[in-house]
Every structure is written in C-alpha cells, then in structure tokens.
C-alpha cells in the first residue's frame, strides 16, 4: 500500500511538472493580443532592464529593507526588479533607501539609464503605496499614469512591467494586466479629446509592451485580451 501511496504521489508531481512546464513560453516570446484607437497591446515575456523601448516603466512598493531580495519576493534569477537594480548598479535600491523615492501611491520619478545598462533609455518609476493595502484596482490609475508620461516625453512606444509578483504580492495576474490596458485606454481617450478641441499637440503612443514572466504570459494575455474586446464595446 504504501509503495502504490508512493508512486500515485510521484504520478501526480509529474503531472503538474507537466502542466507547469506547458504553461511556461520561453523569454523573448511576444504576442500582439489586439489594438485598441490605434495602439498595439502587446505581450512580452522580458525582464525590465532588457525590453528594447523607448521607455521602461516599472512599478514598486514604499521602501522595506531588502524588500525585494527577500522572500516572499522572487528568487533573484527570476526576479525583474533585482535585475533592474543589478543593472543600474544599486541605484534602484538606493534612491529607495535613502528616501529619493517614496514610492507612494502613483509617485513617479524618472531616471535616465546609464550607457548600456538597460536597453531602455528612461525608466519610470511608479509608486504603489503600502503593499498591504494593494487592490488590483489601483493598476488601472497606475496605467493611466504610464500613458500620460509617456505621452508626455513624446515616446511612440514603452514597455510597462507591473512587478507585483517580483514584489511578492499574489496578485490576480489576468485582472491586474487588464486594468492597466483600462488605465492606458483611458489615458490615450482623454489626450485624444483634448487633440480633438486644440489642446494637446503629444505624440501619439504607438505600441505597449506588457511584460510578464514565463508562466504568467497567457495568463495575462487573457486578462488583456478582455480588456481590449471591453473598449471596443465603448
């Protein structure tokens, strides 16, 4: 009996390995999941450092020491905002650390990358406040802060790494990606109408880059794709 408890045990690992493993695309794969007014929403399995865009934006919580290099945060090969902070040799940590950057609730600060540290020229930060008291509703005001940035440096494109799951926080991950496409949606209309009364002269945003990481790629383009088919109805 126990040798039969043993291998129905062993039996059931390898399913989920399975199912894990068909779940997981590998880094570099992208997928347009639909545009919406002429912007592209387009999925991307990328760290932040390394998504080549005119922009990077990527999200982080009010400072707690080594916040994201301990768990419940991701161990650093997986973890897009230990990269990040790899590649800017510290600084992101730092100016977190030493108060620069709060983090706030929609708080931004914009970096201009080193020389060949990311592939990116600019980085966005934008704050979520205190991880504790996180909804994914917040993603949708936090999009519309991306968009409204970027139009405003005149960037065509950018690619938008929420990394809650970076953080440690257990997110919806398909509600979560579609409220920030609701927030840039949102964002895009409302320049739109003041292009419309003489009001506004920013370049139009081409194309968003929405990162996630190896098993949350579908996932996530499912909570896209209904974001976009709920703009289309409007």
Request: charged share 20%; with cysteine.
């Amino acid at each position: 009996m126990k040798n039969l408890v043993n291998k129905l045990m062993i039996a059931v690992v390898l399913v989920l390995s399975n199912l894990i493993f068909a779940q997981t695309v590998a880094t570099g794969t992208s997928k347009n999941w639909g545009s919406v007014d002429g912007i592209s929403m387009i999925g991307l399995v990328q760290g932040p450092s390394s998504a080549d865009t005119q922009l990077q934006v990527a999200c982080v919580f009010e400072y707690i020491e080594d916040d994201i290099f301990k768990a419940p945060a991701l161990p650093a090969n997986l973890n897009g905002l230990v990269h990040l902070d790899e590649a800017l040799k510290g600084e992101l940590t730092n100016i977190r650390k030493s108060g620069q950057f709060l983090g706030h609730s929609l708080e931004t600060i914009l970096i201009t990358s080193p020389q060949g540290a990311m592939s990116a020229k600019k980085l966005l930060l934008i704050g979520l406040g205190d991880r504790t008291q996180f909804t994914p509703e917040l993603m949708i005001s936090v999009g519309e802060v991306a968009a409204r940035e970027a139009m405003r440096l005149g960037v065509s494109n950018f690619a938008f790494a929420s990394d809650l799951k970076d953080a440690g926080i257990d997110s919806p991950t398909a509600l979560v990606a579609g409220n920030v496409v609701r927030g840039i949606v949102q964002a895009n209309r409302s320049d739109n109408y003041l292009k419309e009364h003489k009001l506004s002269t920013t370049k139009k945003i081409e194309k968003v880059y929405l990162l996630a990481g190896p098993s949350f790629f579908e996932i996530a383009g499912g909570g896209i794709s209904e974001a976009i088919a709920e703009a289309h109805k409007k």
